[in-house]
């Protein structure tokens, strides 16, 4: 039965080759971006970053760095979160333990440049045994460079060099040279403790080796049991890694957070437009759908044939999308790479994971998607079956018609709510309001489509020539088949639009607080310490001098009984901050931004119920949990974050620091003259923030990602208006029967196709510049659409053009064939 | 077997030809010889009635006669325009002001109402319709309550007569009716091929019609019967009886 099935559709399939090879390019795309989700994902999860320095020990121990998060994936922390030092004792009495080495890893300036290079206590290097010219550190002021940094700073055996401790000046003599791994200098591993300023001992990590005839797997369980009652992590083989590397582990976390993000917008892309594809393949099978119902075929076996009919399509297509996907990740990958979301040596997991995966999703949706889309004809009795496969437009539902206008309804108050808030929920709000008002548009189309084409009709009957009036006319008999192009090409416009625009709108309003909120008259940028800033603040007109630090911060929070806990980005700031920047405040005083304290957006401060002199609880970047007070709340949230931390926080929670840049209040020539004394430190007139790299770099990532689905809904659209075209098959053979010539009938179907076009456009509009504009209004007080002003033309223009190329090759197609065979043919 | 017959004229109506084919071949493929050799003409003001088994070639004849498709060799001509040297476009416009055509399966235009799918061809050829003739048709051929429906808010009969209205509606030439009862149940039919006749004797109009029912042909002046792609017999005012022998031996010859 079931291969009869499968013959059977096939030979019924095969007439209609147009709509089944839009649901195989709807296959195809949509297999090969779920591939390179898979493998973004499988990369996250099973890829390690390679072992370099720890390549010679055999357990590591350090501590969780992520945040555990319930239900959702852990929060990566960019810091390094540390392992107490009594740990070290407790590892080394399990038994099989061989030695035992704690790593610690600050930062130092080399006073003669201003180069800051990584300073390592030298016991974990000690592991290994390297060969040393000279000999290992014993205690200050022995310093063992690695033979990398010594060629590039030109140090040699019983130099002496003075190295810059977080502002303070200490002369060291070079003892020894090795050739180790990870770049740096080294000291012994008290030296490291007290220079690093890291209270009560605490190191980055402990690593062991093993006795030589004990396994480290088991010694691995071993230690996990003594350190149970922590939440260290103890890993062994290529975990390792992990543990080296914070950054790894952190874009681990990102990587997965895309893939995760990926999937769920593809999720919905890929089932609508195999839905779309599906559902024009149904109504070019329709009539043969309706006389196998005249047949006897029931229901059931009619949607079987047709999902199967699908599934074969699918089939075929899958390993060729599959093997597409395992392509395009490698260059995803090599974009991500550069964009700095995925470390450099990271091997991506091309695992043949992605397979099955892949494979039962499409074959589901698929599935679904056929079934669904040929509910309705496998359900009508089977008279009216021929009756309605002869007379297309069919009257849409009312309930459908009702929800759309719901739906476009409810999207007007998310495009209003930028005019009201300025903040990120606002932003988002106007975004996801262009797509329910597409998915609005979807349901009321039809009767929207009648509308509007009504009025012209009327016009176009009395002036236009024969072929515009045909298309008018058949645009608006066609409702539904109309709406459905329209509503397609319509989503592509405001999908990309949307995407654009909202973005850009973000960067202006960022920049233009930058302008009106940056005061200070120079900024330095360098490795700078605090104690380098006070000393800059003594200079002769110098009145401020404040660090700024990107970095983030997680709030928990309770809503409705849910707990869940989100990362928010946060800027650090010195003291007298309100001398350097005016981040607009509105209640409290930015002058109190010192010791234990925060400031607030506005819509930070609502969302959160936080005013000033309530104390909230934050979890820094590091872990550590900390309960500033709320000393001010500002309107200024894109240019300043919503979080403004005092740095004192992050000192009395973290490490000492270098800070890269500070904005300075007073003479610039001042603060040239200092700078100029100092290696490696620059000056500049004027108040500039860096950190507009890393949105840049997610704006690419972010086009990146929208190039393909929008060409893929592109594939899509063109396709889907080719097998409608292709349909008509019958109909345009009894135009030319009664007499149309081949080029009335070629202007005919381009003016359709224009229309659809200048419909879609018009929709894709609607839904997605009136949002946007108002965005713009709310954000920059400027009501247009921000973005490359190509945008809005350069997508109108290539859908009209890719509307009228693929309906008219589609159409010269039909023409082929003499409309008496067509027509002979009957069907 | 004769293959070259000349038309008598018909009594009423001087002796000119409406349309005339001369040798007209047609292979498909190069292999399948639908029509063969066949030469006829047809006299202005005559209703002309086709007949044949199944697949004998008289769609084909129909075709290439009213330049839907073109003839492998030969030549048709229709008044004194010789139709198979014409161009796709040319051929096709020329159809719209000269040609009426009716299919079995009527082929409206759905989304097109009554009146639309009557005057689609003069909008076609960007005619003035003639507001009288076009009254005079529709309230001949009994669809002056209909104008504004669709067709598939009519009866197959109903639908017929919207085809046959449409094919009237340029004032052609001549008009060609591949079995335009063939569709419909027996007093609908009579109705139709009354309706034909009414056209012929009343305005003179050219018709050639196919048909496999006998009962359908006597409606006819002439007939012509067709058989493995050639005229096999022309029959002058036969009777229903007649052709049907006619048909019964041809049937058993094979
Ligand atoms: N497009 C085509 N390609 C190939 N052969 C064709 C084509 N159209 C018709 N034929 C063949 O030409 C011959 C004549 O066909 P035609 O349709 O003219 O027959 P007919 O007399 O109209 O038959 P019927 O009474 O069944 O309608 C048949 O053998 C048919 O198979
Ligand atoms: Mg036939």
């Known amino acids: 039965m079931s291969t009869s099935m499968a013959s059977l559709s096939w030979s019924m399939a095969r007439a209609r080759i147009g709509g089944l090879v839009a649901v195989g390019c709807a296959v195809l795309g949509g297999a090969a971006m779920i591939t390179v ?71 130092v300036v080399l006073a003669d440049t201003g180069a800051r290079i990584d300073a390592r206590s030298w016991d974990l290097a000690a592991l290994s045994d390297p060969d040393l010219q000279g000999h290992a550190p014993g205690g200050s002021p022995d310093l063992l460079v690695d033979a990398q940094t010594a060629a590039d700073t030109g140090l040699e055996l019983g130099d002496t060099t003075t190295l810059s401790i977080f502002g303070e000046p200490r002369t060291f003599r070079v003892t020894g040279i090795a050739d180790v791994p990870g770049a740096g200098v080294f000291v012994d591993a008290e030296t490291a403790a007290t220079l690093s300023g890291r209270s009560e001992g605490a190191v980055d990590l402990i690593a062991m080796t093993v006795a030589p005839d004990a396994d480290p797997e088991a010694v691995a369980e ?101 093997a597409l996907g395992y392509l395009a990740s490698g260059v995803f990958a090599g974009r991500l790479t550069g964009a700095g979301m995925l470390p450099t040596g990271i091997p991506l997991a091309l695992t043949p994971f992605a397979v099955p995966i892949v494979g039962v999703l ?67 709000a106007a975004v996801t309001g262009t797509l329910v008002a597409i998915i609005g548009f979807a349901l009321a189309g039809p009767v929207i489509v009648r509308a509007v084409t009504g009025r012209v009709v009327q016009r176009a009957s009395a002036v236009a020539g024969p072929s515009t009036w045909l298309a008018v006319h058949h645009t608006r008999a066609f409702s539904l088949r109309t709406a459905g192009s329209v509503t397609v090409l319509a989503l592509a ?183 100029s004394s100092r290696p490696g430190v620059e000056s500049s007139a004027g108040a500039a923030l860096s950190g507009d790299d890393e949105s840049g770099a997610e704006q690419t990532i972010n086009l990146f990602v929208l190039l393909p689905m929008l060409l893929y809904i592109l594939m899509a659209v063109a396709n889907s208006l080719a097998a409608s075209t292709g349909r008509r098959r019958h109909e345009l053979a009894t135009l ?14 381009r003016r359709e196709a224009v229309i659809t076009a200048i419909l879609a456009i018009g929709a894709g509009m609607l839904v997605a510049v009136l949002p946007m504009t108002l965005l713009g209004l709310g954000f920059l007080g400027e009501p247009w659409p921000h973005g490359p002003w190509w945008m809005v033309p350069g997508i109108a223009g290539l859908i009209a053009v890719m509307a009228t190329t693929s309906t008219s090759w589609a159409a010269r197609r039909a023409l082929r064939t003499p409309p008496a065979t067509v ?4 069907d | 077997m004769s293959s070259l017959l000349r038309t008598r004229t018909t009594p009423h109506l001087a002796a000119s030809t409406a349309l005339s084919l001369r040798a007209v071949t047609k292979a498909y493929d190069g292999s399948v010889t639908a029509l063969d050799d066949v030469s006829l003409d047809v006299p202005r003001g005559a209703f002309l009635a086709v007949m044949g088994p199944s697949g004998s070639g008289k769609s084909t004849l129909l075709h290439c006669a009213s330049g839907l498709d073109t003839p492998s060799s030969g030549a048709v001509v229709l008044g004194d325009v010789e139709l198979s040297r014409l161009s796709e476009t040319r051929r096709t416009t020329l159809r719209r002001g000269r040609i009426g ?108 019609m196919v048909t496999h029912d006998p009962g359908a042909a006597a409606w006819a002046h002439d007939t012509v019967v067709m058989k493995d792609g050639r005229i096999h017999q022309r029959f002058a005012r036969p009777t229903a009886a007649e052709l049907a022998s006619c048909l019964t031996q041809l049937r058993t010859l094979a």
Do not use: K
């Not at chain 1, 501590?63 to 998060?69: G, K, N």
């Not at chain 1, 889309?373 to 309605?388: D, G, I, K, Q, W």
């Not at chain 1, 007007?412 to 929920?425: D, F, G, K, M, Y």
């Not at chain 1, 030319?736 to 179907?749: A, D, F, H, W």
């Open chain 1, 37 to 107: 989700s898979v493998v973004l994902a499988t990369t996250a999860l099973s890829s390690h970053v390679p072992t370099d320095r720890l390549a010679d020990a055999d357990v590591v121990v350090s501590a969780q760095q992520q945040y555990p998060v319930v239900e959702d994936i852990d929060i990566p922390l960019t810091e390094r979160v540390t392992v107490p030092a009594d740990v070290i004792d407790e590892v080394a009495r399990v038994p099989g333990v061989a030695e035992v080495a704690a790593d610690l890893t600050f930062q």
């Open chain 1, 222 to 322: 071993d230690v996990s049991a003594a350190l149970a009652d922590t939440d260290l992590v103890v890993s062994t083989g290529e975990a390792r890694g992990d543990a080296e590397s914070v950054t790894g582990g952190g874009a681990r976390g990102e990587l997965l957070a895309l893939a995760a993000s990926l999937a769920s917008t593809l999720t919905i892309l890929i089932g609508c437009i195999t839905a779309g594809a599906m559902s024009v393949s149904v109504a070019n099978q329709r009539r043969d759908l309706a006389l196998l119902r005249a047949v006897g075929a029931t229901p059931r076996q009619v949607r079987r044939l047709v999902a199967t009919q699908a599934s074969i399509v699918a089939a075929v297509v899958l390993m060729p999308g599959i």
């Open chain 1, 362 to 428: 499409m074959l589901a949706a698929v599935q679904v998607a056929a079934r669904s889309a040929s509910f309705r004809a496998s359900r009508m009795p089977a008279t009216e079956a021929v009756a309605e496969s002869r007379v297309e437009p069919r009257t849409p539902s009312r309930t459908r018609t009702v929800i759309g206008g719901l739906l476009i309804a409810s999207s007007v108050p998310q495009s209003i709510l930028p005019l009201l808030w300025r903040n990120e929920t606002a932003f988002v």
């Open chain 1, 493 to 675: 416009i405001g999908l990309t639009v949307a995407q654009i625009a909202s973005g850009a709108t973000l960067t202006n309003a960022t920049a233009a607080e930058h302008d009106a909120g940056l005061v200070a008259d120079a900024t330095v940028t360098g490795s700078l310490s605090q104690a380098d800033l006070d000393d800059l603040v003594t200079e002769d007109g110098v009145e401020a001098a404040v660090p700024l630090v990107s970095t983030t911060v997680l709030r928990t929070s309770t809503f409705a009984g849910d707990v869940s806990t989100a990362p928010h980005p946060a800027l650090a700031v010195g003291h007298g901050a309100s001398d350097v920047i005016d981040p607009d405040v509105v209640a409290g005083d930015l002058e109190d931004l010192h010791g234990d304290t925060v400031a607030l957006s506005s819509p930070t401060s609502g969302s959160w119920d936080a005013a000033v002199g309530d104390t909230i609880e934050l979890t820094l970047d590091n872990g550590a949990t900390v309960e500033p007070t709320v000393v001010a709340v500002y309107e200024r949230g894109f240019g300043f974050s919503g979080v403004m931390l005092s740095t004192d926080v992050l000192a009395e929670h973290g490490d000492p620091r270098w800070y890269d840049m500070a904005l300075v209040a007073g003479d610039p020539s001042a603060v040239a003259t200092w700078a």
């Open chain 1, 736 to 749: 030319r029967v009664i007499g149309m010539t081949r080029r009335q009938i070629l202007s005919m179907v």
């Open chain 1, 823 to 826: 027509l002979a043919a009957q």
């Open chain 2, 101 to 208: 055509f009716i299919f079995q399966a009527y082929n409206l235009v759905p989304s097109l109402t009554v009146e639309q799918n009557i005057t689609l061809p003069l909008r076609l050829a960007h005619a003035r319709p003639d507001r009288a003739w076009l009254e005079e048709l529709v309230g001949r051929i009994g669809l002056a309550e209909l104008l504004q429906r669709r067709p598939g808010e009519l009866s197959g009969g109903q639908q017929q007569r919207v085809a046959i209205a449409r094919s009237l509606a340029a004032r052609p030439d001549i008009v060609f009716a591949d079995e335009p009862t063939g569709a419909l149940d027996l007093d609908t039919a009579g109705e139709v091929l009354a309706l034909l006749r009414d056209l012929v004797d009343e305005f003179g109009q050219t018709v050639v």
